[in-house]
Structures are given as C-alpha cells and as structure tokens.
C-alpha cells in the first residue's frame, strides 16, 4: 500500500518539480525514503518531506507514524563537512569587531 500511493500520488507531483523519490523500506512504523534529483538539494525538501509526503503517507496508511530520509555515506559525509563549516563561520563572524559590522563594506576578520 505504501509503494503504491508513493507511485500513484506522491511520486509524480515530486517529479514535476524535478526531483524523485525512491523507497528504502519500512520500520517501526517509519517509512525510509530517498530523495534524488532537485529535491536533494532544494532548501524545501525537510519540508516537503514531512509536511507534505509524512502528511500524505499518515493520512492514508495509519500504521506509517513517520518519514525518514535516507542519505548515502557521501552525502552524510558532505552534510558533517558542511555543519562544520557553517560553524567555523559563525564562529569567525563572532570574532568581528563591532565597529566593523554594518558600515557598508564587506565586513573583515582581523589576522
């Protein structure tokens, strides 16, 4: 019932909008899922994730209570990198001296 309510309802609206969902499996009431294409990079893909294919999933099937997306090793290994990266950043950002924030210019780091 899953695979086919993925295929008939939510596979194509994803893949109108160029992305593509692909199913991993399914347990403790969690359905696994992949997203490929435009959708695994798209700043919505949480969101369509939980509110719209979760949504759809729980709504029809009672024993699905979640979905979960599923990365491949290097993507797992590329989303480690970027957290630290953002952080570094953030924290570099805090490093600033106030009087340099905001003046109109790309703000700098002492060093």
């Given at each position: 019932m899953?695979?086919?309510?993925?295929?008939?309802?939510?596979?194509?609206?994803?893949?109108?909008?160029?992305?593509?969902?692909?199913?991993?499996?399914?347990?403790?009431?969690?359905?696994?899922?992949?997203?490929?294409?435009?959708?695994?990079?798209?700043?919505?893909?949480?969101?369509?994730?939980?509110?719209?294919?979760?949504?759809?999933?729980?709504?029809?099937?009672?024993?699905?209570?979640?979905?979960?997306?599923?990365?491949?090793?290097?993507?797992?290994?590329?989303?480690?990198?970027?957290?630290?990266?953002?952080?570094?950043?953030?924290?570099q950002?805090?490093?600033?001296?106030?009087?340099?924030?905001?003046?109109?210019?790309?703000?700098?780091?002492?060093?």
């Amino acid at each position: 019932m899953i695979k086919e309510l993925l295929e008939t309802r939510i596979r194509p609206a994803i893949q109108e909008d160029g992305g593509d969902i692909e199913y991993r499996g399914f347990e403790d009431g969690n359905v696994l899922l992949k997203l490929r294409g435009a959708c695994r990079t798209c700043d919505s893909s949480t969101v369509t994730l939980k509110n719209g294919i979760e949504g759809m999933l729980m709504h029809y099937i009672e024993e699905v209570k979640g979905v979960i997306q599923i990365l491949d090793p290097e993507e797992e290994i590329a989303a480690k990198e970027f957290a630290k990266f953002e952080e570094k950043l953030k924290a570099q950002k805090g490093e600033v001296p106030p009087s340099t924030v905001g003046k109109g210019s790309l703000d700098t780091i002492p060093g």
